[in-house]
């Protein structure tokens, strides 16, 4: 009997009518296991991911292959967005026994969850060196039959190896100067001058990297660092990873060019990379940084936001072709003759020559994605924009690509900071609303009665998963900067709660964190990670969110936490700075203050604007007028106007400049 048909994940559901008997993960699994005495089969996957659709259809619709699995093993099925600590402890023991990791992540368990095979997508038949999934059920079924004692010894050599990989905190103290130094070096050593971003092929929009770099910028003056982020923003916008018609950005490109991407779209990947291209625009006035942040905005209202107002996880990489197979990027490619068809003999030409659409393609079977050339040539705004609105009428007719619709928390925190501040920037008060309805959904329904954030809702309803550390820290960011645009300290107050359960339910000694707190599921290890990858870590992302809280209200708590959580950028800085971009981030912040800004006066006006405009890394702004603001913002208390003016206040390290009236020298204290 197949067990997903009641869950909220959109990825489990996907798999609710096949033949496998799937049990989600949960104790009563196990007890099956243990009952049956047979091995269970762990098999964790996201909806939008095109390799896992893959197998499914494969293996796990198969009949032949179901019956095998529901007759040898105890079948699990884990969606990595709802569980991610499940995700994260295999994945770690998948990495370490096979030197890579991926999605569908195949592992195989004993009854009391211990690891002892594993791998990723299996292919029905052999292949390049890879068994079938049959050969590998029947060689782990024997196994588990024939050499029960070398199964148990594996097993618990792999779980004694995990738990000795605890970190402590990292290092001592928190990264200063020689440090950031060493993670620059290291990131230009990776940087391609020729494309942008850093590395090779598959490339990865590394947006956390980049807002390090405008940081150290703003803060040094290091217009190397600049070059950078600009040249690499500049490229991703004008490549096959942005969506050219509706904005927004895929998961990564496949190769170092940015020309074809992995076409599923992200919530996270694109709450980072809108609010990056703002903060770019804030720096530069760069006329294409406001248009990618304001399209990229625009792309997560009209195609993510759901009828509660969360935002939806993913689009799928997936869709239907003109022939009715479902084919990677068929939502998204053109030929030459269909922009023909579309826009008739002249303006397809044009098209293909602006979009660089070719007969041989640019991806698969004379399909091009596309792209702008990197050629600067004159071109007429108001044809492109027609051009434009025509094919991407023409598209809205195609068969759209699958949508996962669960919210999670930690997504919709990122969501939350960059619509908030993009509206804030272009003067676009829905974005604002949209940025305030999603953080009402998380008071209302992620924290509902129990006090505790939930990690997914979907339709309304909250899902069974605990929130993990990266909610807590992702949601308190976006609280922040919403308390930053609104004025309403009701978002500094939620934020605050939430870091008190961050001190009190995921910190260990020294300033380590957990990804887990401390009244979680117990695995078969806690899983820790600080390493940002294509989100900020859960540690990196507490470490800001403190530090914010922190120049907020004066708590000394919380700003020893965040010092304390920095120890682990000061040790992986150096080394992998790729990997530690937020914690960069961050580090940058703590190294500028970060500074206080405290505007007597009313939301929206002149030194509020500027305040929220100004380029000193990570300063927190304060904005209130009226005897009740100090209530609300501990830095409004004793902030009085000036000659009946509106008045700012910019303090740091506990040492306060003349407060000022004059919007011009506002901007100056703050690198604006």
């Keep these: 009997m197949n067990r997903l048909a009641g869950v909220t994940s959109p ?61 040898r093993f105890v079948a699990v099925k884990v969606d990595r967005e709802e569980r991610p600590d499940v995700d994260a402890v295999y994945m770690e023991a998948v990495q370490a026994a096979t030197g890579h990791g991926g999605w569908p992540m195949t592992v195989f368990l ?25 050969q590998v059920l029947e060689g782990v079924s024997a196994a588990w039959t024939d050499r029960r004692e070398e199964v148990a010894e594996v097993a618990g050599r792999i779980v004694a190896d995990l738990a000795g990989r605890s970190l402590a905190h990292g290092g001592e103290g928190v990264p200063g100067e020689a440090e950031i130094a060493q993670a620059l070096l290291g990131l230009t050593r990776e940087y391609d001058e020729q494309h942008g971003g850093f590395g090779g092929a598959p490339k990865f929009p590394p947006s956390m990297a980049v807002e390090f770099l405008l940081r150290h910028y703003a803060r040094t003056g290091s217009e190397g660092a600049l070059q950078m982020a600009a040249d690499t923003c500049s490229a991703m ?55 990618i942040a304001l399209e990229t905005a625009d792309f997560m209202v009209r195609e993510l936001r759901t009828a509660e107002g969360g935002f939806a996880s993913a689009l799928d990489a997936d869709s239907e072709d003109a ?39 640019t991806f698969e079977e004379g399909a091009s ?39 999670v928390a930690a997504w919709n925190g990122l969501a939350i900071a960059a619509l908030a501040e993009t509206g804030a920037y272009f003067d676009r008060p829905d974005l604002v609303e949209r940025a305030t309805e999603a953080a009402d959904l998380l008071v209302r329904v992620h924290l509902g009665e129990v006090a505790r954030l939930t990690r997914t809702s979907r339709d309304g309803r909250a899902g069974t998963n605990a929130g993990v550390l990266e ?105 992998a700075p790729r990997f530690i971009g937020w914690g960069l981030a961050v580090a940058e912040a703590l190294l500028d203050g970060p500074r206080e800004v405290a505007v007597a006066g009313p939301v929206g006006g002149e030194l509020h604007r500027t305040a929220l405009l100004g380029r000193a890394p990570g300063a927190v702004v304060a904005v209130g007028e009226g005897p009740g603001a100090g209530a609300e913002f501990p830095l409004l208390v004793d902030r009085p106007l000036v000659g009946g ?23 100056g204290k703050l690198g604006g």
């Design 11 to 71: 990825y489990l559901l996907q798999h609710a009518d096949n033949p496998v008997d799937w049990w989600p993960w949960g104790p009563e699994a196990f007890e099956e296991a243990k009952r049956r005495d047979v091995p269970v089969l762990l098999s964790v996957g996201y909806s939008a991911c095109h390799w896992c659709h893959v197998m499914a259809h494969e293996s796990f619709e198969d009949e032949t292959v179901a019956a095998y699995l529901n007759e």
């Design 110 to 134: 004993t009854p009391d969850a211990e690891p002892f095979y594993f791998g990723t997508y299996f292919p029905p038949e052999p292949r390049h060196g890879s068994p079938s999934f049959q």
């Design 237 to 291: 916008a004008r490549g096959g990873i942005y969506d050219q018609l509706g904005g927004g950005f895929a998961r990564y490109s496949v190769d170092r060019e940015w020309v074809v991407p992995h076409f599923e779209k992200m919530l996270y990947d694109n709450a980072l990379l809108c609010r990056v291209y703002a903060h770019l625009w804030r720096t530069t006035g760069s006329a294409e940084a406001r248009r």
């Design 323 to 361: 022939d009715g197979k479902h084919v990677e990027g068929a939502f998204y490619v053109w030929t030459p003759e269909q922009l023909r068809a579309v826009l008739g003999e002249e303006d397809g030409a044009f098209a293909a020559a602006y979009f660089g659409v070719t007969e041989e393609g």
């Design 369 to 407: 994605v596309l792209q702008l050339s990197g050629e600067a040539r004159p071109v007429d705004a108001g044809r492109v924009a027609d051009v434009r609105a025509r094919l991407l009428a023409a598209r809205e007719e195609r068969p759209r690509p699958g949508r996962d619709d669960k919210v």
């Design 471 to 575: 909610d807590y820290g992702d949601v308190a960011e976006g609280f922040l900067a919403l308390a930053a645009v609104t004025g309403e300290g009701a978002w500094l107050e939620f934020a605050g709660f939430l870091l008190d359960i961050v001190l009190e339910q995921f910190t260990g000694e020294g300033g380590q964190l957990y990804d887990t707190a401390h009244d979680a599921e117990k695995l078969i290890r806690r899983p820790q990670d600080p390493t940002d990858s294509a989100t900020p870590a859960g540690w990196t992302a507490a470490a800001g969110a403190l530090l914010s809280y922190a120049a907020y209200t004066g708590s000394e708590a919380h700003r020893t936490a965040a010092e304390g959580a920095l120890g682990v950028v000061k040790a992986l800085a150096p080394r």
């Design 645 to 667: 003016e509106p008045t700012a206040y910019v303090c740091r390290h506990f040492v306060c400049d003349a407060p000022t009236t004059d919007a011009g020298e506002l901007a």
